[in-house]
């Protein structure tokens, strides 16, 4: 992703004063949007990368509002969570796209994707 020198004002973040603008990824990334169910963090919604492996555990690149790209295991995500919908996850899929995603929303993982991204490690 190329960064763009313009910048533009973050309301719904308390801890940025600004942040830069990304271009848009011409790399489409695949994303799955979840609500969590466990009880500490119970309806945080966050991205799941379903085919960007991050290491040889079995983990997934995702991100959230609050402490942004993170690993995680993905079939706890699964068991732990429920899809969010379109409206829960519109702010989230805003904030991943102003900084040069470009999304594709999916609904399950393609294991082929993911063990080609595994393979590539």
Same mark, same amino acid.
């Given at each position: 992703?190329?960064? +763009?020198?313009?910048?533009y %004002? ?15 990824d011409?790399?489409?990334? &695949? ?8 009880? +500490?963090?119970?309806? &945080?919604i966050y ?9 040889? %555990?079995? *983990?997934?690149s ?7 790209h993170?690993i995680?295991d993905? @079939?706890? *995500? ?8 379109q409206? +829960?996850?519109? @702010?989230?899929?805003? &904030?991943?796209?102003?900084i ?13 994707k993911?063990?080609? %991204?595994?393979?590539?490690m």
């Amino acid at each position: 992703m190329l960064k +763009d020198k313009r910048y533009y %004002s973050t309301k719904g973040h308390k801890n940025l004063l600004k942040h830069e603008i990304m271009l848009k990824d011409k790399h489409i990334t &695949e994303v799955m949007f979840r609500k969590n169910g466990m009880i +500490d963090n119970k309806g &945080e919604i966050y991205a799941l990368f379903p085919h960007l492996a991050e290491n040889k %555990s079995g *983990c997934v690149s995702s991100y959230q509002h609050v402490g942004q790209h993170i690993i995680a295991d993905y @079939d706890f *995500c699964m068991g732990t969570s429920t899809p969010a919908s379109q409206t +829960d996850y519109a @702010d989230l899929q805003k &904030e991943l796209e102003q900084i040069g995603y470009n999304l594709k929303v999916v609904r399950k993982q393609n294991r082929a994707k993911y063990l080609k %991204s595994f393979r590539a490690m």
